[in-house]
């Protein structure tokens, strides 16, 4: 049963442009959202988080959006650079011990 | 700084041969720590995750144990590996509450 969604497997970008990688969730009891990157064969690092009391935290290039309604997350990349071509996992937690992760989205960002 | 190491990088190992998986984390205490699956294809899936030592939450029944025999170290482990194991395992730690998570860099492992 899978808790948290991401229904995009892939996504293709222009360099320069904005990415919206997105995520959806089922339980209502997760208060902690996080985005990951991860390269091929290594483990992910970790890039974003966002509690459920705001809906909107800003690091530089990337921001995560909450909408606990809709029960769905989104993380904005601008501008999109070649660098950023990764795939992308949200997580959620309901506490802080156990993790529930997507199943990615693979960004392409074309220079 | 906190560090988290994770061997092998890859293992290559028959049906029904055992495995062991070591992970050790360096410049904090008590942490939270955790094993990952990445199936072919597939999100990360939580195997299991400790909150202390000899304290092991088990997510999915299945062949493989986990334990944590001292403060910083987490190891995974099987009696008879069946070819459904391959995948890419990753060890995590993270401090208790809200905080993110950080991996290691992973040990691919397959099955013959």
């Known amino acids: 049963d899978q808790q948290v969604k991401q229904n995009s497997p892939s996504l293709s970008v222009q360099e320069g442009r904005i990415s919206i990688l997105n995520c959806d969730y089922t339980?209502?009891?997760?208060?902690?959202f996080l985005w990951y990157k991860k390269y091929p064969a290594e483990g992910p690092t970790f890039l974003i988080s966002?509690?459920?009391?705001?809906d909107k935290n800003e690091d530089g290039r990337f921001t995560v959006f909450l909408n606990k309604s809709a029960k769905h997350l989104s993380l904005h990349i601008v501008p999109s650079q070649p660098g950023d071509s990764a795939v992308y996992f949200c997580?959620?937690?309901?506490?802080?011990?156990?993790?529930?992760f997507g199943t990615g989205t693979s960004l392409t960002v074309i220079p | 700084s906190q560090t988290i190491h994770q061997w092998p990088a890859t293992l290559v190992q028959p049906v029904g041969s055992p495995l062991s998986l070591e992970c050790t984390v360096e410049?904090?205490?008590?942490?939270?720590l955790y094993w990952y699956r990445q199936a072919a294809g597939r999100g990360l899936q939580l195997l299991f995750y400790?909150?202390?030592?000899?304290?092991i939450s088990s997510e999915v029944p299945q062949n493989l144990s986990a334990s944590r025999p001292q403060d910083r170290q987490f190891i995974l482990s099987s009696k008879k590996l069946l070819l459904s194991d391959s995948g890419f395992y990753l060890c995590?730690?993270?401090?208790?509450?809200?905080?993110?998570?950080?991996f290691g860099d992973g040990t691919r492992l397959s099955i013959l």
């Open positions: 410049g904090t205490s008590n942490p939270n």
């Open positions: 339980n209502s009891m997760f208060d902690y």
């Open positions: 997580a959620a937690s309901a506490g802080g011990n156990q993790f529930y």
């Open positions: 400790s909150v202390g030592i000899g304290q």
């Open positions: 966002i509690s459920s009391i705001k």
């Open positions: 995590a730690w993270s401090y208790r509450g809200h905080q993110p998570q950080h």
